[in-house]
């Protein structure tokens, strides 16, 4: 049982020592010294971002900016899973364009090679092992009442491919092969952590032992953002159409256009009336982007019912160019940075192919294969 001290840190025992010590040299007799050996321990992070299209911010201020911070108190894994994407069939240029649009914006962003593994999913072939045994314990019933593959089936009828069913067994490896605890996902993903738990049970189940820890979801900062997309719904999603999301690599101009096209709704009629949905937002995105004082400015005008939405839509649209202009000036850089990208790639599938590697072995073994 490890000893925490703090968030994320802590010790864990790793050996006791029983040495009979002499009172003297030569005596026979002496004291037993119990000797504790620790060793410094840090909780394990792994989280994965599909590889289907830009970053935006969403994922920025929703996941990637949390990473950011993880990386200097637990042992994280951040990889591409570039894997789960082929269950949409891309094409090759696609996939490996994707992937390494994802590599560029998570170090953009602020993730450090030399602090996090920063891996491809595609990299570390121990994961699709672990996914074939985890197959094994995984059920029809229960796969096919999964929320997102029901969701998927309704959208998609004509490509239920037997990759999407076991979408989540392979999202169970992702996270088993590290034995992560701590799960950064959103909270459409609580299902497939719950999903991970399962498998890892039965698989100490059937084996009788507790090779496995459980993975819970993990939110790192106190409150949960909120980032809203631009039509008027639900959240920022790439998905929902174009002009929905702001993507870390747009460029001013392409920003203002979109939060300029943002829905909002005739206006205020009375005093301090309740904001609609779309309206709020966009207060929702100011809050994330802009200052206090400016998300006041407009609250006021709001609820005096003197707002023009033509002026909030430009302010938000400055804000947003001045929050994302760090990212977006090294998105460039990077992208043309082969040699870089090629040294974090393989540092980083070094990095998590040792992890990979180790528990691989020791499933073997649990399982049953020998040598011969
Ligand atoms: N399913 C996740 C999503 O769609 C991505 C993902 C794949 C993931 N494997 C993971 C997230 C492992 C966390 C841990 O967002």
Do not use: W
């Not at 998609?156 to 590290?178: E, S």
């Not at 790439?238 to 829905?263: C, Q, W």
């Not at 998590?352 to 180790?358: D, T």
Request: hydrophobic letters at 35%; glycine letters at 6%.
């Amino acid at each position: 049982m490890p000893l925490s001290f703090g968030e994320g840190f802590g010790v864990r025992l790793v050996s006791v020592l029983f040495k009979k010590k002499p009172i003297s040299p030569g005596d026979g007799f002496g004291v037993r010294l119990k000797i504790l050996t620790f060793a410094p321990y840090m909780e394990t992070v792994v989280s994965g971002i599909r590889s289907t299209g830009n970053l935006h911010l969403g994922n920025y201020y929703g996941a990637i900016q949390n990473f950011v911070k993880m990386q200097n108190e637990y042992k994280c894994y951040f990889f591409i899973a570039d894997l789960h994407s082929l269950t949409t069939h891309p094409t090759p240029a696609n996939l490996h364009g994707t992937a390494k649009q994802v590599l560029v914006e998570y170090l953009a962003a602020g993730i450090d090679p030399e602090k996090a593994t920063i891996y491809l999913q595609s990299d570390v072939p121990e994961v699709i092992e672990l996914y074939l045994y985890l197959n094994m314990n995984a059920y029809q019933g229960e796969l096919e009442r999964s929320t997102s593959f029901k969701d998927k089936v309704r959208a998609n009828p004509d490509n239920v491919n037997a990759g999407l069913l076991t979408y989540p067994v392979l999202m169970a490896a992702d996270i088993l092969i590290h034995h992560a605890t701590k799960v950064p996902v959103g909270k459409d993903q609580e299902q497939h952590l719950e999903m991970s738990r399962t498998f890892g049970n039965r698989f100490n189940r059937l084996y009788n032992n507790d090779y496995f820890t459980e993975p819970y979801a993990f939110n790192f900062s106190e409150s949960l953002v909120k980032i809203p997309g631009l039509d008027g719904k639900g959240k920022m999603g790439k998905s929902e159409g174009e002009g929905n999301a702001i993507f870390l690599s747009d460029t001013p101009e392409a920003i203002r256009k979109k939060v300029m096209r943002a829905v909002t709704d005739a206006g205020p009629t009375q005093d301090n009336q309740p904001k609609p949905q779309e309206i709020q937002n966009l207060f929702d995105l100011m809050k994330v982007v802009s200052t206090p004082d400016t998300l006041e400015h407009f609250d006021n005008l709001y609820n005096t019912c003197a707002i023009r939405y033509g002026d909030l839509k430009k302010q938000l649209a400055e804000d947003m160019i001045i929050a994302t202009a760090p990212i977006r000036e090294k998105i460039q850089d990077i992208a043309n940075d082969a040699p870089l990208l090629r040294q974090v790639a393989r540092y980083g599938a070094t990095k998590a192919r040792e992890s990979a590697s180790k528990t691989i072995k020791e499933v073997r073994e649990i399982i049953g294969f020998r040598n011969f």
